[in-house]
């Protein structure tokens, strides 16, 4: 589904990330661990396009497309997703047209509210999108316009962080809906997720996971083993380990 | 869309004059415009109108085919009342001409809150001869529809004279659509209109103005309220369209405890206008006020007034203006003023010009809309000012003006 080749990416005139290369599966989920400021964000941002995110060397392929020089919202209909860590608040938009737009004309009926209320988020149907949003509220309004896109390749940058205990369940069942994790044969649909605490793990079931420390991935393998080594020996461990 | 964009320029490029004001006024010369106008014939059933005459009234929220869910209707052509009519019992309407002569006491109300000495325009409006509506509903009525009524022109160079009155009487309910538009072929032309509006005792007053004037257009409405004790005054303005010059600041008195006035504009300036627009809300009492406007300029000059003053304690005020300015050219200037007298007051503003957020278009566009859709699903938000208690009729009313300008500006 995504392959990352040799990616090198600057912001500004800073070098954020360094001959970066992966993949994901049809149907996979691979997890990105790693500290603040180690380039995870910057990552996904790259691969979504965003015009700030200067890809200087490498290339990122999408279903055997070079998407490497496409915009945003290209690659946004060839069937890519992301879920913003700290989207913008837009002033005067409703939560209910931007769950239209994202419908992109496939709105049946009650198909908004119906989501909505999934998300427990019926009440927010006419608030301005993401103004005054707690976290939890921002990651649930993230989720619903992703459900609403139907992305094949879903990006999610750390769903877990600000959702409190009451939510995290809802969150999880959120996002296993929009991977079809319970589905097994017939899945079509693949993740990369960011998470820092880990918490989101308990709820979905990853494939693989990789740590991406200053700006290099420094260890492949199972999540729950990746987890669980970051744990008890910190980052710093991943990069002791392999050498 | 609250980032402000800087000037890269303002450290090394001299100021020409200190004394060069911002926003020029634009002058109007009264000379230039005549009072002499033909007499139109008064119209039983204005469902005979012409079509294109029909179809400019319906673009500013007047409807003349069916006004089964108004509660009265007045329509102006030039210096001609062509019709007006209440539908429902409480609720009066007709000419002003006419109700001064039926009600000697309208003296108590005539030029008491517009002072005929204030400008050119109101000495203008004091001294020729006026025409305007007078719209009344009596005590406790609740006018189940809207009164909507239409100041047309139709004749070139025309100085409309307008005086208005409208007085909700004590416990009363009224909303009131004005439409203000000139005939398809309409070309230069002045509109003066003195309006003076009353909102005794727990009365309540919706008032929802359209304007849709044409780029040769000057128009001066001097606008007084007075708002007494648990009244509620709540003011739409709307005006999308191009116009030569407007100069609007419509000042509302609370002088009784727990009223209620709130001002909302919605404002665009393509190239060629220029729109002075502003509200003035004096706290004389214990009561609460908001002032809301948002600007967009797609060439043209904005002058986004916003004047509160607090004279007493716990008077609480709100101002909040914001505007955009789209393409190269354009110019907002936001102006919010705030007046306290005495301790314990409550008054805030919040004012942002500026372009929108690339972020947010970017933010939309990772959902798959396109640069153009995502702009302008933004603009359509800004303008979306959220009118509480607004009927659903009105608030259709609105987003039809703002839907008809959407593609102009994009």
Same mark, same amino acid.
């Given at each position: 589904?995504?392959?990352?080749?040799?990616?090198?990416?600057?912001?500004?005139?800073?070098?954020?990330?360094?001959?970066?290369?992966?993949?994901?599966?049809?149907?996979?989920?691979?997890?990105?661990?790693?500290?603040?400021?180690?380039?995870?964000?910057?990552?996904?941002?790259?691969?979504?396009?965003?015009?700030?995110?200067?890809?200087?060397?490498?290339?990122?392929?999408?279903?055997?497309?070079?998407?490497?020089?496409?915009?945003?919202?290209?690659?946004?209909?060839?069937?890519?997703?992301?879920?913003?860590?700290?989207?913008?608040?837009?002033?005067?938009?409703?939560?209910?047209?931007?769950?239209?737009?994202?419908?992109?004309?496939?709105?049946?009926?009650?198909?908004?509210?119906?989501?909505?209320?999934?998300?427990?988020?019926?009440?927010?149907?006419?608030?301005?999108?993401?103004?005054?949003?707690?976290?939890?509220?921002?990651?649930?309004?993230?989720?619903?316009?992703?459900?609403?896109?139907?992305?094949?390749?879903?990006?999610?940058?750390?769903?877990?962080?600000?959702?409190?205990?009451?939510?995290?369940?809802?969150?999880?069942?959120?996002?296993?809906?929009?991977?079809?994790?319970?589905?097994?044969?017939?899945?079509?649909?693949?993740?990369?997720?960011?998470?820092?605490?880990?918490?989101?793990?308990?709820?979905?079931?990853?494939?693989?996971?990789?740590?991406?420390?200053?700006?290099?991935?420094?260890?492949?393998?199972?999540?729950?083993?990746?987890?669980?080594?970051?744990?008890?020996?910190?980052?710093?461990?991943?990069?002791?380990?392999?050498? | 869309?609250?980032?402000?964009?800087?000037?890269?320029?303002?450290?090394?490029?001299?100021?020409?004059?200190?004394?060069?004001?911002?926003?020029?006024?634009?002058?109007?010369?009264?000379?230039?415009?005549? !009072?002499?106008?033909?007499?139109?014939?008064?119209?039983?059933?204005?469902?005979?109108?012409?079509?294109?005459?029909?179809?400019?009234?319906?673009?500013?929220?007047?409807?003349?085919?069916?006004?089964?869910?108004?509660?009265?209707?007045?329509?102006?052509?030039?210096?001609?009342?062509?019709?007006?009519?209440?539908?429902?019992?409480?609720?009066?309407?007709?000419?002003?001409?006419?109700?001064?002569?039926?009600?000697?006491?309208?003296?108590?109300?005539?030029?008491?809150?517009?002072?005929?000495?204030?400008?050119?325009?109101?000495?203008?409006?004091?001294?020729?001869?006026?025409?305007?509506?007078?719209?009344?509903?009596?005590?406790?009525?609740?006018?189940?529809?809207?009164?909507?009524?239409?100041?047309?022109?139709?004749?070139?160079?025309?100085?409309?004279?307008?005086?208005?009155?409208?007085?909700?009487?004590?416990?009363?309910?009224?909303?009131?659509?004005?439409?203000?538009?000139?005939?398809?072929?309409?070309?230069?032309?002045?509109?003066?209109?003195?309006?003076?509006?009353?909102?005794?005792?727990?009365?309540?007053?919706?008032?929802?103005?359209?304007?849709?004037?044409?780029?040769?257009?000057?128009?001066?409405?001097?606008?007084?309220?007075?708002?007494?004790?648990?009244?509620?005054?709540?003011?739409?303005?709307?005006?999308?369209?191009?116009?030569?010059?407007?100069?609007?600041?419509?000042?509302?008195?609370?002088?009784?405890?727990?009223?209620?006035?709130?001002?909302?504009?919605?404002?665009?300036?393509?190239?060629?206008?220029?729109?002075?627009?502003? !509200?003035?809300?004096?706290?004389?009492?214990?009561?609460?006020?908001?002032?809301?406007?948002?600007?967009?300029?797609?060439?043209?000059?904005?002058?986004?007034?916003?004047?509160? !003053?607090?004279?007493?304690?716990?008077?609480?005020?709100?101002?909040?203006?914001?505007?955009?300015?789209?393409?190269?050219?354009?110019?907002?200037?936001?102006?919010?003023?705030?007046?306290?007298?005495?301790?314990?007051?409550?008054?805030?503003?919040?004012?942002?010009?500026?372009?929108?957020?690339?972020?947010?278009?970017?933010?939309?566009?990772?959902?798959?809309?396109?640069?153009?859709?995502?702009?302008?699903?933004?603009?359509?938000?800004?303008?979306?000012?959220?009118?509480?208690?607004?009927?659903?009729?009105?608030?259709?009313?609105?987003?039809?003006?703002?839907?008809?300008?959407?593609?102009?500006?994009?």
């Amino acid at each position: 589904m995504l392959e990352v080749e040799e990616l090198t990416v600057k912001v500004g005139n800073k070098q954020i990330l360094h001959d970066i290369s992966l993949s994901v599966d049809i149907g996979e989920t691979l997890v990105l661990f790693g500290p603040n400021g180690g380039g995870k964000s910057t990552l996904l941002m790259a691969i979504m396009g965003l015009p700030r995110y200067d890809v200087t060397h490498g290339r990122i392929m999408f279903k055997g497309e070079d998407i490497t020089h496409l915009p945003v919202d290209e690659r946004s209909r060839r069937g890519i997703g992301i879920l913003f860590q700290r989207p913008p608040v837009i002033r005067g938009v409703k939560m209910r047209d931007m769950l239209r737009a994202c419908l992109h004309g496939r709105e049946d009926g009650d198909a908004i509210d119906r989501l909505a209320q999934k998300a427990n988020m019926a009440d927010h149907l006419d608030r301005e999108v993401n103004y005054g949003f707690s976290g939890g509220e921002v990651k649930r309004s993230e989720l619903m316009q992703l459900i609403a896109q139907q992305p094949e390749f879903v990006m999610l940058d750390e769903p877990d962080s600000g959702v409190d205990l009451v939510n995290i369940s809802l969150v999880g069942n959120m996002i296993n809906e929009l991977l079809e994790r319970d589905r097994m044969r017939s899945r079509t649909k693949s993740g990369l997720v960011i998470t820092h605490t880990g918490h989101i793990l308990d709820y979905i079931d990853a494939d693989r996971a990789c740590v991406l420390l200053n700006g290099g991935i420094w260890c492949r393998g199972n999540p729950r083993e990746i987890l669980a080594g970051i744990k008890s020996h910190g980052y710093e461990g991943c990069a002791v380990c392999q050498k | 869309m609250s980032k402000v964009m800087q000037s890269k320029t303002a450290k090394t490029k001299p100021l020409k004059s200190k004394a060069q004001p911002a926003t020029p006024a634009i002058d109007v010369d009264l000379q230039a415009y005549t !009072s002499e106008v033909e007499e139109h014939p008064y119209q039983k059933d204005p469902s005979r109108l012409s079509a294109a005459d029909k179809q400019r009234m319906h673009d500013v929220g007047v409807v003349v085919d069916d006004t089964a869910q108004r509660a009265g209707t007045y329509l102006q052509v030039d210096q001609s009342v062509i019709h007006s009519k209440a539908e429902q019992e409480g609720v009066e309407v007709m000419g002003t001409p006419q109700a001064l002569e039926k009600y000697p006491w309208l003296s108590d109300y005539w030029w008491k809150l517009v002072n005929p000495e204030a400008d050119k325009f109101t000495q203008y409006a004091n001294t020729h001869p006026f025409k305007g509506y007078f719209i009344r509903v009596a005590p406790k009525v609740k006018a189940t529809y809207p009164v909507q009524s239409c100041l047309y022109i139709a004749k070139h160079g025309l100085a409309q004279n307008v005086h208005n009155l409208v007085i909700v009487e004590e416990g009363a309910e009224l909303n009131i659509i004005t439409g203000c538009t000139v005939a398809p072929v309409k070309d230069e032309g002045l509109h003066v209109g003195i309006s003076e509006f009353f909102i005794k005792k727990g009365g309540k007053l919706t008032f929802t103005m359209i304007h849709n004037w044409a780029p040769r257009m000057a128009v001066r409405p001097r606008t007084g309220i007075v708002i007494e004790e648990g009244g509620v005054f709540l003011n739409n303005y709307i005006c999308l369209k191009p116009v030569r010059t407007l100069q609007t600041y419509p000042t509302a008195r609370l002088v009784g405890r727990n009223a209620l006035a709130r001002f909302n504009s919605v404002l665009m300036a393509a190239e060629g206008s220029h729109l002075d627009v502003g !509200s003035r809300v004096l706290l004389e009492a214990k009561a609460r006020a908001e002032i809301i406007s948002r600007a967009i300029t797609t060439g043209g000059t904005i002058i986004a007034r916003g004047f509160m !003053s607090g004279q007493v304690a716990d008077a609480k005020g709100h101002l909040e203006c914001r505007g955009l300015i789209l393409g190269k050219k354009g110019n907002i200037l936001a102006i919010p003023e705030l007046e306290g007298t005495v301790a314990g007051v409550d008054l805030s503003h919040e004012a942002a010009v500026g372009k929108i957020a690339e972020e947010e278009i970017e933010y939309l566009m990772a959902r798959g809309l396109t640069r153009d859709e995502s702009v302008a699903v933004i603009i359509r938000g800004f303008l979306s000012v959220d009118i509480e208690g607004l009927p659903p009729e009105l608030s259709a009313q609105i987003r039809q003006a703002v839907e008809l300008s959407e593609q102009e500006v994009m």
